[in-house]
């Protein structure tokens, strides 16, 4: 059976269920219809569609025997169609039965998002990027995004209110009654702008943000209730014109049908629960549920006229394998792709940008496909119409990241207020930063950010980390939440604690120094990129296998991140290149029938046409990075993503994988910058963060190639380089030796050998496990070599030894930019001049004097307050009206660094008319809001926000 009908129909039962615990249907009405039928199925199947179906129109029912409300709305259509209605076992009529007895008045309505997901299979769970947010992370987000800034509405609008109520106890009769109705203008002029608020989630799933985002708004609205009651108002009298929040408001855009639909139970559900809560089952109108439209079914991010069949230009249907269909190999007896197994490719006629209602506040969580995974999700076709439509995004982004760029441009452009969207963390990735680096050029600000936080569960491609952001107009500072500690609950869900910093945002989410804006450096372009990507695990053969093709040059030892930190598999690499097919088979016809056996077969059914045309060479052979490693006797390694960055030297004849990154350089001075904590700060910092294990991630052109090596400029002379480079020998020698199988250290690892090293430097004891790794590593040794290492290098840069990280990104990044400026000159300071530069093969040119030349860098910096009479305090206006200006004052008070005194708030503003009269009472109203603080001395007094 379809999971879409058995989603609808435990919905509709959902739904029954609630719907009698809440009294919008006869008490025990669905209940009693499971009992009496239980034992026969068929009965039941009819007596419940007969019911929805009456539900579905109002009035008399015969199921029940007694009339029912009109309810409407979408949920209960279709009694016609075939699985409206399901016939049960008993057996699993009693789960139902089961289910009714429980109070489903306080349901929350988040858990239809987990119905859904259950009833989704996980291939089209994955090619949705469906997965579904714990309420702990909506609110996270919807508060910044949404409601803070509408509760900094109200709070001037009810300040204003309480000012006009204030001087309205100093008068009496009708001077007083104007008065205090100019206090409930003001109340019912937010109330309207409350009332007319949208808020789209272009994304929404079953709407557990708009949910949450409905509740939250009804509960703001109560308060304004209760202001407008305490100014003299009843219930009765409040009347609002007929206004109040209501689900119209809440826009979202869905893709899935069935999500769609679930998205406006849920939000039923939550408005009837808070309607019933607050006034009763009397007030519930008919219909009970409206079918508003606001959750609109389709693409969000392009639109197209017509979807036809794609034809290559001799008419014959394009089509790619299904990603999932496999067959045995005649001869190797291995599972390989099943050519048989096509889907069509399609076109999108009328393609274009997909549009957006209007709405004040974007919120939500897109869906999650990386740039690697899209076109196997959702087909060329899509891929490339989608990146023609939207050519501003880079086409190495995300496809969450054309929901973020959509929703920045409406924030830009001030067609809404505020955006907040969850992302991968991957955010802060090149490719995806590029596009938070051009909103943020666009005059708009990061409000929150956190950068790293935990999923909810690893299910089905989930298992992810997530980032959170705000995105606001204008310049400012925003609020930079980190996660410092992580707990998991007993449903997979993660309790965090958050740790705090205010300041600029920059484009990686980052607050400080902004090594984001870290420019790559010609001295070290050319030297460095991952290993090559094989694309056909038939490339690789045990020693045992290669031994059967006899001598060959084509064969080489083949590392991979995990054979550097874990146990080496020891196993080789077949490596054609520079050959053509023919080549091959006349020269190695063994090793030819090996890869036409074992890779060929795979790489036919691969989406590019140069995977499937050159099937005997590696996917990505890395023709720069060969070029750069000929001649050398070793070169430098580190793993691409892992929990310890450590960089290595690897033989010349190793091949690396493309998960390692490696650095063509054979000196010891080179490997021991690299491999200082001063360097492994900088790869922290410009890097990201990947997979469950939340690894730090070194991408080399943003952690490498930006990287400012010290010179003599900086304080590296030749004794300091000298010793650099005899304690990175030794380091490396170290772990070679106790790693090496001769040692007997069964078991040790270098991933061991760092989590060790890592509990001595935070001081926390050793369990057993790690007292043996110590022992057997000699790790005290290890961190003696380190911490003498990192003394060498902070004095390379001319760093006293009580830097904190912060100084030390701030002085790379000024650093960074000495460097790019020299460079912009024509000065570069080779990092390999021999091969990078050989026509004028020097260490380095000749450098002039840079001090007075060179830019500033931007460090992030907050500007200093320490001298405020220094500066010229700036009049501004004073604002027309009475919330603009309890606002003003306010935010004078909060941006001031010293306690303000009523003469120097004066001096802030300019105006005409008696406003300063009224400054007191406004100080007054603020100081009872807990919005300023009167600070009083013998001589003077005065008020801070």
Known sequence: MAPEIVANYLTRCLFSMFAEDVGLLPKGAFLDLLKAHRDDPATLQQMLRILWADMDRGGFSAALAKPV???????????????????????????????????????????????????????????????????????????????????????????????????????????????????????????????????LDPACGSANFLYVTLEHLKRLEGEVVNQLEALGHTQDQLGFEGETVTLQQLRGIELNERAAALAELVLWIGYLQWHIRTRGNAAVAEPVVHNYGNIECRDAVLAWDAQELAYDD??????????????????????????????????????????????????????????????????????ETLRNVWAEVPDSADFVMYWWHHAAARVAAGRSRRMGLITTNSLRQTFNRRVVRAALDQCTHLEMAVPDHPWVDGANGAAVRIAMTVLAPGAGEGHLLNVT????????????????????????????????????????????????MLAGSGFIVSEEEARAFGPSPLVHPYRNGRDLTSEPRGVLVIDAFGLSADELRTQQPAVYQWLLERVKPERDQNNRQKFRDQWWIFGEPRRTLR??????????????????????????????????????????YTLG?????????????????????????????????????????????????????HLAEQIDAHRK???????????????????????????????????????????????????????????????????????????????????????????????RPDFQNPQNSVRKQELLAQDEQAPEADLGSEISLSKPEQKKTTQHPWPATLPEQVRAVADALATSPIPLTLPTIEARFKGRGPWKKGLPTLLQTLEALGRAQRVSTESTTAWRG
């Not at 489903?104 to 859904?116: D, K, M, N, Q």
């Not at 892992?642 to 190793?654: E, G, M, N, T, W």
Request: proline share 5%; glycine share 8%; net charge neutral.
């Open 69 to 199: 409300l009109y309810f409407n709305g979408k949920l209960f259509k279709g009694a016609g169609e075939d699985g409206y209605s399901l016939r049960l076992a008993p057996e699993q009529v009693d789960l139902l039965i089961a289910a009714a007895k429980c109070n489903w008045r306080e349901v929350e309505p988040a858990i239809f998002g987990t119905l859904l997901e259950r009833a989704l299979d996980p291939t089209e769970r994955h090619a949705l990027g469906a997965h579904y947010t714990p309420r702990a992370y909506v609110e996270r987000l919807v508060l910044p995004t949404v409601i803070e800034p509408l509760r900094a509405d109200w709070g001037n609008a009810q300040a204003a209110a309480l000012v006009l109520a204030h001087e309205a106890a100093a008068l009496e009769g009708k001077a007083r009654d104007a008065k205090l109705a100019e206090a409930r203008a003001e109340v019912k002029k937010f109330h309207h702008q409350l009332c007319t608020t949208r808020v």
């Open 314 to 383: 001799a008419g014959q249907l394009l089509s790619r394998w299904d990603g999932r269909t496999y067959k045995m190999h005649p001869v190797t007896g291995e599972q390989v792709p099943d050519e048989a197994a096509q889907v069509p490719q399609w076109r999108y006629v009328g393609a274009r940008q997909a549009q957006w209602p209007q709405a004040d506040f974007i919120v939500g969580n897109p869906p999650f496909i990386g740039k690697s995974a899209v076109r196997e999700a959702l087909g060329d076709g899509y891929v």
């Open 485 to 532: 500690a992580e707990q998991t609950g007993d449903f997979g869900e993660v309790a965090v604690t958050l740790q705090e910093r205010l300041g600029l945002i920059h484009a990686d989410l980052s607050v400080g120094a902004n090594v984001a804006a870290a420019r790559p450096l010609r001295a070290l372009e050319g030297i460095s990129g991952n290993g090559v």
């Open 627 to 668: 070029r750069a490693l000929a001649g050398l006797p070793r070169y430098i390694a580190t793993v691409e993503t892992a929990k310890h960055r450590v960089f290595q030297f690897l033989d010349a004849s190793i091949l690396p994988d493309h998960m390692l990154i490696a650095i063509a350089l054979n000196d010891a």
């Open 673 to 725: 910058v690299l491999s200082s904590q001063f360097h492994i700060d900088w790869a922290l910092a410009t890097g990201s963060r990947l997979g469950v294990g939340n690894d730090p991630r070194y991408n080399k052109s943003r952690c490498f190639e930006t990287f400012p090596f010290p010179d003599e400029d900086t304080g590296l002379t030749p004794p300091l380089r000298k010793r650099i480079a």
């Open 737 to 831: 030796r106790v790693l090496a199988p001769e040692s007997g250290n069964t078991g040790l690892t270098l991933t061991g050998i760092y989590n060790v090293l890592a509990a001595l430097r935070e001081g926390r004891a050793l369990t057993a496990k790690e007292k043996t790794q110590h022992a057997q590593g000699l790790v005290g040794v290890l961190r003696e070599l380190h911490d003498e290492l990192d003394a060498a290098v902070l004095a390379a840069y001319g760093l006293p030894a009580t830097a904190s990280t912060d100084d030390i990104l701030a002085h790379l990044v000024q650093l960074n930019t000495q460097r790019a400026a020299e460079e912009a000159q024509g000065r570069v300071r080779w990092l």
